[in-house]
T-cell receptor
Framework: GENVEQHPSTLSVQEGDSAVIKCTYS??????FPWYKQELGKRPQLIID?????GEKKDQRIAVTLNKTAKHFSLHITETQPEDSAVYFC?????????FGSGTQLTVLP | DAGVIQSPRHEVTEMGQEVTLRCKPI?????LFWYRQTMMRGLELLIY????????DSGMPEDRFSAKMPNASFSTLKIQPSEPRDSAVYFC????????????FGDGTRLSIL
């Protein structure tokens, strides 16, 4: 089955700096890669997703890049703000089933 | 749009008791997923349904766990008998069936087995 590895597990950045979270996957058939943000005590919420026919997607301060050859994808957050502090999960899917990474605790320091 | 609705939000019960978690997916969504989240194991898919039919239950940890979806607007996850190691947050999610569509999560049920 699919295996998704996510790094780093924790990340601290100064407000205004950029944050990058990286994920690798094992199943070359995977073709859908969503990212979820989970605030403490809340549900995971989709923030951006990318399909394998696209190499990069951007939504305001958030961007995701995908390298299918290397089987890795990354989340980029620019101009970080304190409200970006949360756990971020990547996921990969070749069918209907999502396999999640282990999560990255992002802390944005004021 | 009311989103995915789960109940109860919190459940505290004693070991050995039966626990039933409930989920109402977003109207029109034909896929429903049950996840368990713990610090040790992260987000794990337990089972998912398509058009009320269980498709993959390989993530269900043991026979004490069972899930049903009697109709398109309701699903249950049951644990009988419950054990302390079942303590976790259980999420339900739903999605549309065409192509790759995002999964929308409910607020979860925080389960504590004493």
């Amino acid at each position: 089955g699919e295996n998704v590895e996510q790094h780093p597990s924790t990340l601290s950045v100064q407000e205004g700096d950029s944050a990058v979270i990286k994920c690798t996957y094992s199943d070359s058939a995977s073709n859908y890669f969503p990212w979820y943000k989970q605030e403490l005590g809340k549900r995971p919420q989709l923030i951006i997703d990318i399909r394998s026919n696209v190499g990069e997607k951007k939504d305001q301060r958030i961007a995701v890049t995908l390298n299918k050859t290397a089987k890795h994808f990354s989340l980029h957050i620019t101009e970080t703000q304190p409200e970006d502090s949360a756990v971020y999960f990547c996921a990969a899917s070749s069918s209907r089933q999502l396999t999640f990474g282990s999560g990255t605790q992002l802390t944005v320091l004021p | 749009d009311a989103g995915v609705i789960q109940s109860p939000r919190h459940e505290v019960t004693e070991m050995g008791q039966e626990v039933t978690l409930r989920c109402k997916p977003i109207s029109g969504h034909d896929y429903l997923f049950w996840y368990r989240q713990t610090m040790m194991r992260g987000l794990e898919l337990l089972i998912y349904f398509n058009n009320n039919v269980p498709i993959d239950d390989s993530g269900m940890p043991e026979d004490r766990f069972s899930a049903k979806m009697p109709n398109a607007s309701f699903s249950t996850l049951k644990i009988q008998p419950s054990e302390p190691r079942d303590s976790a947050v259980y999420f339900c999610a739903s999605s549309l069936g065409v192509g790759h569509q995002p999964q929308h999560f409910g607020d979860g049920t925080r389960l504590s087995i004493l």
